[in-house]
């Protein structure tokens, strides 16, 4: 059985940082591209980030461009997301989500399985 499983949200100032980490198990993660969503409370989810599977390419919405990093280990079977310089606006429920092949995709109907989620809050 598919499985996603976040970790490392919580609360955090306006200008800290904080690293999102995502087990996956019940699949082959080396052949999957990645993303982070988010949902933010009243909003709609959005893709925040996204990977290939080999991770040699990636996406960013334009709102964390330069402040968010997106890896991979495929050894450790692991999907990381840092985040840098976080403002109010990031806070949000973060979701890792399984693509559909080796490509990421920035269409969220490409992805075909997701976590529960860590929350992340921002504020003073």
């Known amino acids: 059985q598919e499985k996603l499983v976040e970790s490392g949200g919580g609360l955090v100032q306006p200008g800290g940082s904080l690293k999102l980490s995502c087990a996956p198990s019940?699949?082959?993660?080396?052949?999957?591209?990645m993303g982070w969503f988010r949902r933010a409370p009243g909003k709609a989810s959005e893709l925040v980030a996204a990977?290939?599977?080999?991770?040699?390419?990636?996406y960013y919405t334009d709102a964390v461009k330069g402040l968010f990093t997106i890896s991979r280990d495929n050894d450790l079977d692991t999907l990381n997301l840092e985040m840098n310089d976080l403002r109010p606006e990031d806070t949000a429920l973060y979701s890792c989500?399984?693509?559909?092949?080796?490509?990421?995709?920035?269409?969220?109907?490409?992805?075909?399985?997701w976590g529960q989620g860590t929350k992340v809050t921002v504020t003073s």
């Open positions: 989500a399984k693509g559909g092949d080796q490509r990421f995709s920035i269409e969220p109907h490409s992805y075909d399985n």
């Open positions: 019940g699949f082959n993660f080396d052949i999957y591209a």
């Open positions: 990977i290939s599977s080999n991770g040699d390419s990636s």
